[in-house]
């Protein structure tokens, strides 16, 4: 199994960024959990950071060909972005959309999210453990799936 893991705009700046809200940890830490988690489930995964909406898009277009699910923090993206939405519907994968911080306790434009509707699942608020239960979880509907 294969599994895209896409890390939005700014997400590149963990560690140093408001670290009372998205901890300490640097991407490349996060980057290395999830790769671990990965080995554990022998799932192979490909992991991205992009700032451009152009290329989140790109990222996922690709993925139709070779992943067999994503785990996507589109960061400021989720709130607006109709293209990565619609991207994530055309390549019909199952996806889930993770949050470092719990949206819902902060500003009111971080409470609606235009990505929500066409995943499987919302992971926000628990830090990078986040990443990690959408690991789990792909896995898991995969073998649901190969019966």
């Given at each position: 199994?294969?599994?895209?893991?896409?890390?939005?705009?700014?997400?590149?700046?963990?560690?140093?960024?408001?670290?009372?809200i998205y901890g300490n940890l640097t991407l490349e830490e996060i980057n290395r959990l999830?790769?671990?988690k990965a080995a554990e489930h022998r799932v192979t995964v490909r992991i991205v950071q992009r700032?451009?909406?152009?290329?989140?898009?790109?990222e996922?277009?690709?993925?139709?060909?070779?992943?067999?699910?994503?785990?996507?923090?589109?960061?400021?993206?989720?709130h607006y972005s109709i293209a990565i939405r619609d991207a994530l519907c055309a390549v019909n994968l199952p996806a889930v959309e993770v949050h470092i911080s719990n949206t819902f306790k902060r500003e009111d434009f971080r409470h609606k999210s235009v990505i929500s509707p066409?995943?499987?699942?919302?992971?926000?608020?628990l830090g990078y453990r986040g990443?990690?239960?959408?690991?789990?979880?792909?896995?898991?509907?995969?073998?649901?799936?190969?019966?």
């Open positions: 199994m294969r599994i895209l893991v896409i890390h939005g705009p700014n997400l590149n700046l963990l560690g140093s960024r408001e670290p009372d999830i790769e671990e700032s451009s909406e152009g290329d989140i898009i790109d996922i277009h690709r993925a139709k060909n070779w992943a067999r699910g994503i785990v996507i923090n589109a960061g400021a993206y989720t066409v995943v499987e699942g919302v992971i926000a608020g990443y990690l239960y959408a690991i789990d979880y792909l896995v898991e509907l995969e073998k649901t799936k190969a019966g």
